[in-house]
Nanobody, 132 residues
Framework: QLQLVESGGGLVQAGGSLRLSCAAS????????MGWFREASGKGREGVSC??????????YYADSVKGRFTLFRDNAKNVVYLQMNDLKPEDSGVYYC???????????????????????WGQGTQVTVSS
């Protein structure tokens, strides 16, 4: 069964941390770029962080709004991608989605970390709420 299952969301105070996990099943995980996207209430879905099939050598993109605070890493042995979120701000609140996409390795990951370009597989999302 093809699926992505997110976990780790919750309610946290500003300045706090959360770690999101996305477990993949039914796909050859090593063949897929992975991405985290979020959708705040009343706003469109945006790319937060995306990673190519491995996370070495500049293969990770972060949105400017999360650089220095969020860290993405993938464990290809466990078919899991994580998003460590530190120093959370109220504007980080929203539903966080994990997605998988077969991205040609020659494409720079920052050029494809937009939700409209990810069509292969999406998770159901996990809610993150940051209180001020």
């Amino acid at each position: 069964q093809l699926q992505l299952v997110e976990s780790g969301g919750g309610l946290v105070q500003a300045g706090g941390s959360l770690r999101l996990s996305c477990a993949a099943s039914g796909i050859n995980f090593d063949d897929y770029a992975m991405g985290w996207f979020r959708e705040a209430s009343g706003k469109g879905r945006e790319g937060v962080s995306c990673v190519h099939i491995d996370d070495g050598g500049g293969a990770i993109y972060y949105a400017d709004s999360v650089k220095g605070r969020f860290t993405l890493f993938r464990d290809n042995a466990k078919n899991v991608v994580y998003l460590q979120m530190n120093d959370l701000k109220p504007e980080d609140s929203g539903v966080y989605y994990c997605a998988a996409e077969r991205v040609p390795p020659q494409m720079a990951i920052q050029t494809v970390c937009f939700p409209q370009t990810w069509t292969d597989l999406w998770g159901q999302g996990t809610q993150v709420t940051v209180s001020s």
